[in-house]
Nanobody, 124 residues
Framework: QVQLAETGGGLVQAGGSLRLSCAASGRTLSRDAMGWFRQAPGKGREFVAAINWSGGSTYYADSVKGRFTISRDNAKNMVHLQMNSLKAEDTAVYYC?????????????????WGQGTQVTVSS
């Protein structure tokens, strides 16, 4: 069993930045890929970013490429999402997700555990 807890959400003006963090417990993540997804009101869950087990490979949705950066600290069992140049359309609940795969995946169905989510609201 893996427990994931996201922190760092909040209200920010368009153009601003936030850093989300995901703390994992119940398992050492050093051999597992991790991902971030988001869900806006009235919409389905959407892939945002993913990182492989070592942090050597990262993947991003086109809508966030160049603005968001995913990183991991395996020593602390944490994953982060740095979000810059935020836009109103980035408003959503952001979820951290765990997959036992070594390589990152953009598919929500391939993630086994999810956090409770953290709200990000960007005002225009």
């Amino acid at each position: 069993q893996v427990q994931l807890a996201e922190t760092g959400g909040g209200l920010v003006q368009a153009g601003g930045s936030l850093r989300l963090s995901c703390a994992a417990s119940g398992r050492t993540l050093s051999r597992d890929a991790m991902g971030w997804f988001r869900q806006a009101p009235g919409k389905g869950r959407e892939f945002v970013a993913a990182i492989n087990w070592s942090g050597g490979s990262t993947y991003y949705a086109d809508s966030v490429k160049g603005r968001f950066t995913i990183s991991r600290d395996n020593a602390k069992n944490m994953v982060h999402l740095q979000m810059n140049s935020l836009k109103a359309e980035d408003t959503a609940v952001y979820y951290c997700a765990y997959t036992p795969r070594l390589l990152a995946t953009t598919l929500a169905d391939e993630y086994d555990y999810w956090g409770q989510g953290t709200q990000v609201t960007v005002s225009s």
